[in-house]
C-alpha cells in the first residue's frame, strides 16, 4: 500500500475537474503491454480520447457502455503515438487496477465532488 500524500489546500483540490463519462469505445494498443484507448463521452462537454494503463486486468470489452470517473482538466499527454485527453481514476489494490463505479446512474459529464 502507498503511504500518504502531502496535504494539499482545498483551494488545490477544487482545481480538479472529475467527471462521469460513459465509455463508447475501447481498444488495446498495438505494441503496448499496458494500454487501452477508450472513447469517452462526457454529455456537453462533447468526447475525449483517455488513455489508461489497465490492460493488464480489464479488456476493452469490459468497459465499453460503462460510465466511470475521469479527470477531464488534465494537460494531454502523448503515450505510444496517441494523445490522452483525461484520467481515469482507479482504486490499486494489491498491486491490481479496480475501477470505480457510479451507486446510480448520472447523466453524462456529471460532475465529480
Known amino acids: 500500500m502507498n503511504g500518504p500524500k502531502p496535504i494539499i489546500k482545498f483551494e488545490d483540490f477544487?482545481?480538479?475537474?472529475?467527471?462521469?463519462?460513459?465509455?463508447?469505445?475501447?481498444?488495446?494498443?498495438?505494441?503496448?503491454?499496458?494500454?487501452?484507448?477508450?472513447?469517452?463521452?462526457?454529455?456537453?462537454?462533447g468526447k475525449r480520447q483517455i488513455l489508461?494503463?489497465?490492460?493488464?486486468?480489464?479488456?476493452?470489452?469490459?468497459?465499453?457502455?460503462?460510465k466511470l470517473p475521469f479527470v477531464v482538466n488534465i494537460e494531454p499527454r502523448k503515450m505510444m503515438g496517441f494523445e490522452s485527453q483525461g484520467m481515469l481514476l482507479a482504486a490499486d489494490s494489491d498491486g491490481s487496477?479496480?475501477?470505480?463505479?457510479?451507486?446510480?446512474?448520472?447523466?453524462?459529464?456529471?460532475l465529480i465532488r
Open 52 to 66: 489508461a494503463g489497465i490492460k493488464s486486468w480489464y479488456k476493452p470489452d469490459d468497459l465499453v457502455g460503462k
Open 97 to 110: 487496477a479496480v475501477i470505480l463505479f457510479p451507486e446510480k446512474d448520472v447523466e453524462n459529464g456529471t
Open 14 to 45: 477544487a482545481k480538479i475537474d472529475m467527471r462521469i463519462g460513459r465509455v463508447v469505445s475501447a481498444e488495446e494498443i498495438i505494441g503496448s503491454d499496458k494500454l487501452i484507448k477508450m472513447e469517452v463521452d462526457f454529455g456537453n462537454m
